[in-house]
């Protein structure tokens, strides 16, 4: 009740100080069932987690995540808090939420911002949220799945240089709130992004997206940058495998139907494109492929 009388006031302050937003904090028994089973599956974390847990390798970090929020990276999540660092969370994805995963984390004690559904006003402001660690306190580390993290540090930081560049007019939706976002920023404290980035050593990215959106970052700051979307084992385990493993069963509980007979249309050939073909073949479906690189 009190977070979400609060929540109603966020027209009025960009600090809350909340210890967290999500859709319901009674979710967190379901997530914490089907969390405790799925840690079978990713022996290597609970490795991790057994081996360092008391050595506290993480502590005096202090970090800022944007990363889908699902059962599985919930166990990821824990276990950069059980190891010692310091972390806000959101989600990279409006959609992509699972509320029972958010709410798990929540109920330890973590402060994350996320919820399936999100607007894209709410989708910024949970990003400004969890770059907050106290009064003029920003991350050390920031884990940023899409980039969109490092794009409002980037645009934040330029608009302070030279607030015009805020009334450039933008294509997207989610663009043009980020620019009005950014200007409501401006308006309540003119250095906000040099005291949140003054701390940063190191940024982490996931996707090729995001690669594009840390171009715009080393303009500003010489930040090193862990390009963790290049390495062999996010190409193939996560980019191929993971997607030929979920996508059929994603797409066949989203549509209540079978695949078997089905045309499906994969746009783009890269480890995630192959990945999704050839599952889906293997559950029936006709599946056609559009390429824009001629190699492939």
């Not at 509320?99 to 984390?105: F, R």
């Not at 907050?132 to 899409?146: A, L, Q, S, V, Y």
């Not at 980035?197 to 090193?224: F, G, H, M, R």
Request: charged share 25%; with cysteine; glycine share 6%.
């Amino acid at each position: 009740m009190y977070i979400n009388q609060i929540i109603r006031l966020m027209s009025t302050s960009l600090y809350l100080n909340l210890p967290y937003r999500i859709k319901d904090i009674n979710l967190c028994k379901s997530g914490k069932e089907e969390i405790e089973w799925i840690q079978h599956e990713m022996s290597g974390l609970m490795a991790l987690r057994e081996r360092y847990k008391k050595q506290s390798p993480l502590k005096g970090m202090r970090i800022s995540g944007s990363v889908d929020i699902n059962i599985y990276t919930a166990v990821f999540i824990e276990t950069l808090q059980l190891l010692g660092a310091e972390i806000r969370w959101c989600s990279s994805n409006i959609y992509s939420t699972q509320d029972h995963a958010a709410s798990y984390l929540a109920e330890l004690g973590i402060p994350i911002f996320a919820w399936k559904n999100e607007s894209q006003t709410d989708y910024w402001w949970a990003i400004f949220e969890t770059l907050h660690f106290g009064p003029n306190i920003g991350p050390t580390h920031i884990i940023d799945e899409k980039g969109d993290v490092s794009l409002m540090i980037s645009k934040g930081l330029e608009g302070e240089g030279n607030s015009s560049i805020l009334d450039i007019p933008q294509e997207t939706e989610s663009e043009k709130e980020l620019n009005l976002f950014l200007k409501r920023v401006l308006a309540e404290d003119q250095s906000c992004w040099q005291r949140l980035t003054k701390d940063i050593k190191a940024v982490t990215i996931d996707t090729q997206t995001a690669n594009d959106q840390l171009k715009l970052l080393l303009e500003e700051k010489n930040y090193p940058i862990i390009n963790l979307n290049s390495s062999i084992i996010k190409t193939k385990i996560d980019n191929y495998y993971s997607c030929k493993e979920t996508i059929a069963d994603a797409i066949k509980k989203t549509t209540r139907t079978i695949l078997i007979g089905k045309s499906v249309l994969i746009c783009g050939f890269g480890e995630i494109g192959r990945g999704c073909a050839k599952s889906l073949r293997i559950n029936g479906a006709s599946v056609m492929v559009a390429e824009r690189d001629p190699l492939r």
